[in-house]
Each structure stands twice: as C-alpha cells, then as structure tokens.
C-alpha cells in the first residue's frame, strides 16, 4: 500500500490515497497479492533469551507490524491480580494503593492453562489464589515485603465468606475449586520475581490479605499486558553518495556516536569512509550535518527490527507465536463475516 498526500495550491484540503492500484497509471506497483507476501515474507532471528527478544520482519507493509505491536500489548491475555480480600492492613500503605501494587507483579502462570471467569464463579479452572501474611514484632527492625514471600493456595481460598446458619454447615469460601490446582499444573504458580518490594512494615504493623488472580488482556488493565514493551523500527539504510577521503573520512568517523562509518585502506596513504554497520544508525543525523551532500539517510521501507521485552508470563516466542494465532482468528472473523 502507498499513502501520498497531495497539495493543491488553489484548494489548501489534503486528501490521502492509500488503496492498492492507486498509481497504477505512473507505473507505480502498490497491489498486494499472497503469492508476493509469500515469496518475500520471513523472519531472522537476531537475539534470543528468556525474557527478550530481537528479529528481522521483512518483506510486510508497516500496517502489518503494527498489528503485531498492537496485539502484544493489548491483546494477548496472561494472569493477573484481580481481588484482593483484606483481613489486616495497618501499614502506611492504602488498600487501594497496595492492592494496585500486587495487581503489578508478574505471575509465573501459563494464561492457555485457564479459562476466563464467567458470572463472577472462581473455580480452579479461572482462578489463582495467593495469601500474604506478614507481621513485624515490636521492638524489632522495619521489615520489608517482597513479592516471594506470596504463598499460592492450590486447594483454593481460605477465607470464610460467612458464619453457617447452622452448626453443622460447611463453611463457604470465596472460592469453589473442585480438585486441587497441582493435579493440573505441573509447577507451582507462584510469582516470576521473588524480589519486587511491595511494602515496608514498621514495628507492630501487620498485613494479612488474600488475592485472587484471574484471566485477562491488556486493553482492560495494563497489568495484564504480557510485555513489558514491544516495539520496532525501520533497518536504516546510509548511502555515501560521493567518496569520503583522508581527513574528511577520519572526521566522519569520529562525528558518529555508534561508529557506524569505518576506515578503508587503499594503499598509497590513501584511506576512504564506508558504512560497516548500518544497522546500529539512530538516525541522530550528525553525518549529514558534517557532509549534507554526501551522506544520506534512508529507511528500508518492507524492514522491520522488531522487539519484544516479555514481563515473564511467558517467553516471547511464545507471545509472538500468540499474536500470529490472535491475527489469524481476527482475519478468519472477517472473511466469515464477508461471505
């Protein structure tokens, strides 16, 4: 696709043309097809860890990645802190401010194994539930929370919802789990980071609380976004337009902040600038500012070095992976609603 916007001196309205086709008559290729998106379609991977990752999309319109950026962050669901039941809180933090905390704190749960929480029933299938109770004695040091020292419940909550209205009653929870949560998970869903502060308890202050984590996307709330941020940007392209030689060429590689120019040898004292990495341009311009008429700056336009920084929920081959599936079931909604 192709977005060029004209100017009409007589008329000051713009008007912008991006359909495919659209110059067809200027000789000017914009069509789209599924055989050209196969052939010039992939993806090289360039970094890859545990919680980030690096890789190359070429050969996609900026609308695709764009998709891909979108859904990541709003779309991909993952397992967060929804309620939190209070029984003690007498440190200088509010509920609502610690419960926003605990709302924050990446989970160690693999979303695809729940469901979503329906008519407001915790079960063992859309629920987690963790317990918190802490104290600091009196006399002793300011004691520090940290996100380890939640405990994950798999038999459910143990918080009575209500005295029985008689003595032989069962008492309810606030959770009704059918089996215990370890005959389905083979780890223990805990939190990914054991060291996340949540509060300092002085002497004789306690907290003692219950919270529930349930299924959700970042578009509700951004504590269940599963990326801490996904991004990308089009591979630069530098062009030295003339030769860059001797002294000219040493001070263009010095004007550079990330070296992106080095020093040929041609022999004879002679030396020239070339572009030994073009991918490590920010595009900061200062080599054009030095020679304007001799370097520029462009932007592969089908390009992309894509980004992704995972909270820890999961990999983030995994939530690319998610995204495709996220992508693939919104364009078969449409075509199912087009025929």
């Known amino acids: 696709f192709c977005s060029i916007y004209m100017l009409c001196h007589d008329c000051p309205v713009t008007e912008g ?13 914009t069509s789209v097809s599924v055989e050209k998106f196969c052939k010039n379609f992939k993806i090289e991977i360039n970094r890859l860890t545990d919680e980030d990752m690096e890789f190359d999309m070429i050969g996609v319109d900026a609308s695709i990645a764009n998709a891909f950026r ?37 989970l160690d749960a693999d979303p695809r194994l729940f469901d979503y929480i329906s008519d407001d029933v915790p079960n063992e299938r859309n629920t987690i539930v963790y317990k918190l109770h802490v104290s600091c004695e009196k006399g002793s040091q ?36 059918g089996q215990s949560q370890q005959n389905t998970s083979e780890r223990p869903l805990g939190v990914k980071y054991n060291d996340i502060t949540i509060a300092r308890l002085g002497p004789g202050q306690a907290i003692e609380l219950e919270a529930h984590a349930v299924k959700g996307v970042g578009k509700v709330h951004a504590k269940w976004s599963p990326v801490a941020t996904a ?27 990330v070296n992106v120019f080095d020093i040929e040898d041609l022999g004879k004292g002679e030396k020239r600038a070339v572009v030994a990495k073009p991918r490590s341009c920010t595009l900061c311009r200062e080599c054009v500012r030095l020679a304007d008429d001799q370097v520029e ?43």
Request: aromatic share 8%.
């Open 17 to 29: 043309f991006q359909y495919s086709g659209a110059f067809a008559a200027m000789g000017v290729d």
């Open 70 to 106: 979108r859904i990541l962050i709003a779309e991909v669901p993952t397992m967060a802190i929804e309620k939190v039941f209070m029984v003690d809180n007498t440190s200088v933090i509010a509920d609502e401010v610690l419960s926003h905390r605990l709302g924050l704190i990446p």
């Open 142 to 177: 300011r004691l520090t929370v940290k996100s380890g020292q939640l405990e994950w419940l798999p038999e459910g909550s143990q918080l009575t919802m209500a005295s029985p209205a008689q003595s032989g009653d069962n008492q309810r929870t606030y959770t009704s789990f």
């Open 231 to 257: 991004w990308y940007r089009m591979l630069p392209e530098v062009v030295l337009l003339k030769e860059i030689k001797n002294g000219d060429a040493e001070e263009l590689v010095k004007r550079c902040p």
């Open 297 to 339: 700056l462009r932007r592969v336009r089908d390009h992309f070095i894509f980004t992704i920084e995972s909270t820890g929920a999961l990999p983030p081959e995994v939530l690319f992976t998610e995204a495709v599936k996220i992508l693939e079931e919104k364009c078969e909604r449409v075509i199912s609603e087009l025929s």
